[in-house]
């Protein structure tokens, strides 16, 4: 694989001999982007002319570029703020600052207008950048808008089911996704299982979904990286938020506190229950629900060259079928970052992260009273720099080291229960990691960007590690000896290289051909039998027998933006070679199992596909179209027959969703209402379907052949909402939106089941957690 990268690396320099011609003497355009307080605006545009040149603000607001020497415009937006425009006759390496003021919404304006979502002329791709104020246009459930709802309508990504809050890259498990906010990992970010997601709209800023050639500052999940950005305070005055839905409130408010102190806080909290007592259902009606969460977040401006940042989220969820169990899960996210500027060449970003997720789950039936606890305790530390002091090369490197502290899960009975406690050991791990990645402009056409990212992994005790008799599958029975580890005491490490590479060829201004590879090493993964992530699901570390998840992904594509930006599209095909993927033995008992290894299976893995997006970012419609086609399998190919699935073939995984096709449009109907309607069509989810009955002891069992060979119907949904803005640019605004989820009412199975009726073929049955339209109304005040 060295030689093959080495190869290319030389490739790449041989095209870029042959296509460079003689320039004048280059020097360097950098800068910084920001609001009228010296916020960085993160992902602005700064459009370089003569050239047509495009590049994309980092996360601290700079940017850098090498340019030959003359006179250019150099031309800054952002959405919602004023474009800035500045004349600049380079003949020296230059620094600038630009400073953007907001938008004066009292303006009367028909048209809408969207950033682009991709850069042509850098070698990112697979990676879409999406603006919060296109979300809030988009259809609601239940009135309010959703972050990972939204993330499901871009190409090679499938929504996980209705009522879910986990979603699919590439063929990957919904575990394989690293969802950050702030750059803090969320272990799981749902509401209600699934039908709010924790992220708060009014206080985010943006938010970019990477799935290939993804630099090496990221790692640990091999499928992509959901990185979510809150807002910073503003700069000009306090500002006020709140909004009503028939099932949620929300508050929030953002501004200065002093001249260098900014302020974000935000709250929310759920109330269904009402309506569940509208259900005729007696078990519904007496069932109840309820979330709240809040969000906190200081930046403070020390000086010119230093800031510090704080970010903290705070939710418990609550949900309880009325007769035997409760559900209770909390998240407590914070971080701390430290930004430091040494020069207009470097720059430097400590961060001090933490993640905590916890879960009961309380048994409430008489005589079967329990509380079974589990949870993850994240903690982090790192350091990200920035260097663009050498000419035509944007480096990044860092390193950074985090212990995972997981509780598998406490079993605790009272009251009349006859149940047994029982409690699994701590699973703990430390991972380590650095990493180095240099963009590279060879030439006006041509760029590079060329990582590597090394991460180190290391179980520790307490553990018990269970040694089986050769031969014969792993189970109980066959355990011959234990291996007792203490606590602190090294117990297994793993390490490896992981590169990245990646290279953009410009066919003119506005097109491009890009291609990339990265290998991505995963050391934690979900438990589960669902195939998407709840409440009750369990993380697991890699152990003596849990190797770490490995995938190397190829991919090629073709990027073309409109000078107008009016439209934009994107095409990439791909494929990836997964590792040590987990699957599960028939009958599988993953809860509370002191032996779990024994019930998980590992083989390997393949995932392909096409994607193709089209998007219209101006005028009075907009929206985009995106079609994927993939396929995602799995080979579990063990040493006797009870630890091999489907006879050692390859069967679909549990992801393998072959065709989606998503489009949203957003129509202006008038200066201060605009329509807006979202279509999802995606194939029906792999399942093993039951072909016969048998009889043993008395007993009828169903009868299943291979793994995944059936699939569930075929899943379609449209939404539709209406957008008003009543009072827009007065001193209090008022917006509302009416939304209709599931318009045509399309009954989408959820999961399905086999019923047997004597004399009969088994008969096949769909549970629906949706199926009819969804009407919601939201109110939301700003002053």
């Not at 360097?28 to 050239?51: F, M």
């Not at 952002?78 to 006759?89: F, H, N, R």
């Not at 290939?212 to 999940?221: T, V």
Request: net charge neutral.
């Amino acid at each position: 694989m060295y030689r093959t990268i080495l190869l290319t690396s030389l490739i790449v320099t041989l095209i870029s001999v042959s296509v460079c011609r003689a320039q004048s003497q280059t020097y360097q355009l950098s800068g910084s982007v920001s609001n009228q307080s010296g916020t960085p605006l993160i992902g602005a545009y700064v459009l370089i002319n003569p050239g047509n040149k495009t590049v994309a603000a980092d996360e601290n607001g700079r940017f850098s570029v090498q340019l030959p020497e003359g006179t250019y415009v150099v031309e800054c937006q952002y959405l919602g703020m004023v474009a800035l425009s500045t004349e600049v006759e380079l003949k020296k390496n230059t620094t600038l600052r630009l400073k953007l003021k907001d938008k004066d919404m009292s303006l009367k304006q028909v048209e809408v207008t969207a950033k682009s979502s991709f850069d042509v002329n850098s070698t990112n791709m697979g990676s879409t950048y999406m603006d919060v104020k296109l979300l809030t246009k988009m259809p609601a459930l239940l009135g309010e808008v959703d972050v990972i709802r939204s993330v499901s309508s871009l190409p090679g990504v499938v929504s996980a089911g209705e009522g879910t809050a986990g979603f699919y890259v590439r063929g990957g498990s919904a575990d394989q996704n690293l969802v950050l906010l702030d750059d803090v990992p969320v272990f799981n970010s749902s509401h209600l299982f699934g039908f709010f997601s924790i992220y708060n709209p009014d206080i985010l800023d943006s938010y970019t979904l990477h799935r290939s050639g993804i630099s090496a500052q990221y790692g640990s999940r091999i499928s992509s990286i959901l990185d979510v950005r809150m807002k910073d305070g503003e700069s000009d005055k306090m500002h006020y938020q709140a909004g009503v839905s028939p099932v949620s409130a929300k508050f929030s408010v953002y501004g200065p506190l002093t001249p260098k102190l900014s302020i974000v806080l935000a709250g929310r909290a759920a109330y269904p229950s009402y309506l569940l007592k509208m259900f005729k259902s007696e078990n519904i009606k007496k069932s109840a629900a309820h979330f709240y969460d809040a969000n906190l977040k200081l930046h403070y401006k020390i000086d010119a060259n230093n800031s510090l940042e704080f970010s903290s989220y705070y939710s418990e969820d609550g949900f309880k079928f009325p007769y035997d169990t409760t559900y209770h899960w909390s998240n407590k996210l914070g971080s701390l970052k430290w930004n430091h500027v040494y020069s207009q060449n470097l720059s430097s970003t400590v961060t001090v992260a933490k993640s905590i997720y916890d879960n009961n789950v309380e048994g409430i039936a008489i005589g079967e009273e329990f509380n079974l606890n589990s949870g993850i305790d994240f903690t982090q530390a790192k350091v990200d720099w920035g260097y663009f002091g050498i000419s035509k090369h944007t480096i990044d490197f860092g390193g950074g080291v985090a212990e995972y502290v997981i509780q598998p899960g406490k079993l605790e009975p009272y009251g009349t229960s006859s149940l047994n406690p029982r409690t699994l050991e701590k699973d703990k791990g430390i991972e380590l990691h650095g990493y180095v990645n240099d963009e590279i402009e060879l030439s006006e056409r041509v760029s590079v960007s060329l990582g590597v990212r090394y991460s180190y992994f290391l179980k520790q005790g307490p553990s018990d590690v269970y040694l089986y008799e050769g031969g014969k599958p792993r189970s109980e029975t066959s355990i011959i000896d234990t291996l007792a580890y203490a606590d602190g005491e090294n117990v297994q490490t793993y390490q490896g290289v992981e590169p990245r590479a990646a290279i953009k060829y410009s066919l003119n201004d506005n097109s491009s051909l890009k291609a990339s590879y990265s290998r991505m090493r995963q050391y934690i993964q979900l438990v589960s039998n669902t195939a998407a992530i709840t409440p009750v699901d369990v993380w697991k570390l890699s152990n003596n027998y849990l190797e770490p998840q490995i995938a190397d992904q190829w991919s090629i594509g073709y990027v073309r933006v409109e000078p107008n930006n009016m439209y934009e599209f994107s095409w990439e095909v791909y494929y990836k070679r997964l590792t040590n993927q987990v699957d599960y033995k028939d009958g599988a008992v993953l809860l509370l199992n002191p032996t779990l290894e024994a019930d998980l299976l590992s083989g390997k893995g393949v995932a392909y596909g096409s994607e193709w997006m089209l998007k219209k970012n101006t005028g009075l419609l907009s929206g985009w179209v995106s079609l994927t086609y993939s396929r995602s399998k799995r080979l579990i190919q063990g040493a006797t027959p009870q630890e091999t699935i489907n006879n050692g073939e390859y069967y679909p995984s549990n992801y393998d969703r072959p065709l989606n096709l998503n489009i949203f449009t957003n129509y202006q109907l008038h200066p201060k209402l605009t329509l807006s309607g979202n279509f999802t069509y995606t194939s029906g989810r792999p399942m093993a379907a039951s072909d016969s009955w048998y009889r043993y002891y008395g007993q009828v069992f169903a009868n299943y052949t291979g793994r995944n060979q059936e699939r569930m119907p075929d899943y379609h949904r449209l939404d539709v909402s209406l957008n008003y803005d009543f009072n827009e640019g007065a001193k209090v605004e008022y917006t509302g939106s009416l939304s209709i989820y599931n318009l045509y009412g399309r009954k989408n199975a959820y999961s399905t089941f086999f019923r047997h009726y004597y004399g009969a073929p088994p008969g096949a049955y769909k549970l629906a957690i949706i199926g009819a339209p969804i009407p919601s109304v939201n109110l939301n005040v700003k002053f």
